[in-house]
């Protein structure tokens, strides 16, 4: 149990141990459901928040808050999602910076982590989902490392609107895609590889990413409060609208990176220099590229390297050298080899 009380006072968090299984699953199948990661506590008050959003007794900084003229429906559709929360609002920095998320990512894209992006989906009954995408062609992290962990707010179901998932597209490369935005992203270095368009674009007939979905077999995944779903960058993915008449599917994405990553991304704004890495948090472990601290002091590796720093053991060194079987064997090296 690590930090448990320095996280949220009151409240435990024991130490997630991804098993070989789980990392297997995420490689082979291009992500991992770790159910009940979040503890109910932590759902409940972040559902609150978002109750408190949408009915106008909270505000997000950065956004106007719903007109009081607006009706019950109105002012339930008024948001669809809302990004980078962490930077304003502490509750978010701890979602994104959560330590039995970050105790996965360790395992799977570290062990020194960074975390670049959230992102809040109200997704209430009749909002829209996001067509067939992968995320690193939005945010580039090269060498590409880049995973996403999507935390269920509310049950996720084929009837409200859950993620599903193309299993194998993890291996695919990724896409450019002719849109107007001016987005140079994807693997432009592959002799034939064949730009999209319209990635995102829930109409399958306008987002041709759906051929190379066609390819694999889509799975639905659905999930539970506190579950949560680890996704890698490349792989093809979407979600459908919410056809429930009355149940929300509320989640919350954090976006994270090894951070030995270069980051040439910052959701759209500027930066100085060839990278963003210095405005993104070091979650897990160490590196030698710049980072940020957490804005509202939530406990990681960038302010508590005691706690969270380095993992990775230092080379000792060592040579390989004849026993006296004649076999070669690791053997640490004697001073005056250092000497030679
Ligand atoms: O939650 C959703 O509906 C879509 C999320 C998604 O596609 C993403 O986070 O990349």
Known sequence: MVAAEIFNPGRTYETYKVSVKEYLTFREQGFLVVPGLIPLDDIEEMNAHVDGLLGGTEQIPTVPAPPATLSQEERLNYYQRAHM???VLPLHERFLLHPRTLDVLEALIGPD??????????????????GFHQDSYYIPTLPGTLCGAWVALDPATEENGCLWMSVGSQNEPIY???????????????????????????????????????????????????????????VIHRSHTNRSKTQSRRSFVG???????????????????????????LGRGTTHLPYAQP????????????LYGPRAPREKVMGMMPSGSGLMILTAHAEKDHDD
């Not at 368009?197 to 306008?206: L, M, R």
């Open 176 to 234: 450019p895609d002719n849109d107007s935005s001016g987005n140079q992203n994807g693997d432009r270095v592959l002799g034939d590889i064949e730009p999209i368009s319209n990635a995102s674009n829930p109409d399958v007939t306008q987002n041709t990413l759906s051929r190379v979905a066609g390819k694999y077999t889509e799975v639905k995944v659905e999930a539970q409060r506190g579950d949560v779903v680890f996704f890698g960058g490349h």
């Open 85 to 87: 929360l962490h930077r």
């Open 255 to 281: 976006h994270y990176c090894n951070a030995r990553s270069l980051v040439p991304w910052n959701h759209g704004s500027p930066y100085d220099g060839d990278s963003a890495n210095y405005l993104h948090i």
């Open 113 to 130: 982590v960074l975390a670049l992006q959230s992102m809040l989906f109200f997704k209430q009954p009749g909002q829209v989902g996001q």
């Open 295 to 306: 804005r509202f002091g939530t406990p990681c590796a960038a302010n508590r390297p005691d």
